[in-house]
């Protein structure tokens, strides 16, 4: 089966950086498209970047733009989030997941059909 992986998560302080990755490590597929969202404690999960596979136009949520950077490596089906000048606020679990579908928005969950465990991130202040 699929099995998405996260990694990357941690403690930073506020200003600082992290690098999420996302990788298959289960049975072998080919995405049409990543997204990454979060979620923080008592709040619903929100979307936070996605990436069409096949022109790699990224989309960000206007709480992340100018700060995060995410990218993909189609070769190795994985797919990554950089993030940069972190807040207090960018703290929550962050999950990756995968599309196999075409022609749909990717700023909501509905097309992702592949999920991984999630990685916590911390941003002290």
């Known amino acids: 089966q699929v099995q998405l992986v996260e990694s990357g998560g941690g403690l930073v302080q506020a200003g600082g950086s992290l690098r999420l990755s996302c990788a298959n490590s289960g049975r072998s597929f080919s995405s049409t498209g990543w997204g990454w969202f979060r979620q923080a404690p008592g709040k619903e999960r929100e979307f936070v970047a996605a990436?069409?596979?096949?022109?790699?136009?990224?989309y960000y949520a206007d709480s992340v733009k100018g700060r995060f950077i995410i990218s993909q490596d189609s070769a190795k089906n994985a797919v990554y989030l950089q993030m940069n000048s972190l807040k207090p606020e960018d703290t929550a679990v962050y999950y990756c997941?995968?599309?196999?579908?075409?022609?749909?928005?990717?700023?909501?969950?509905?097309?992702?059909?592949?999920w991984g465990q999630g990685t916590q991130v911390t941003v002290s202040s």
């Open positions: 997941a995968a599309t196999l579908r075409t022609g749909q928005r990717l700023d909501t969950s509905s097309p992702y059909v592949y």
């Open positions: 990436m069409r596979r096949i022109d790699a136009i990224p």
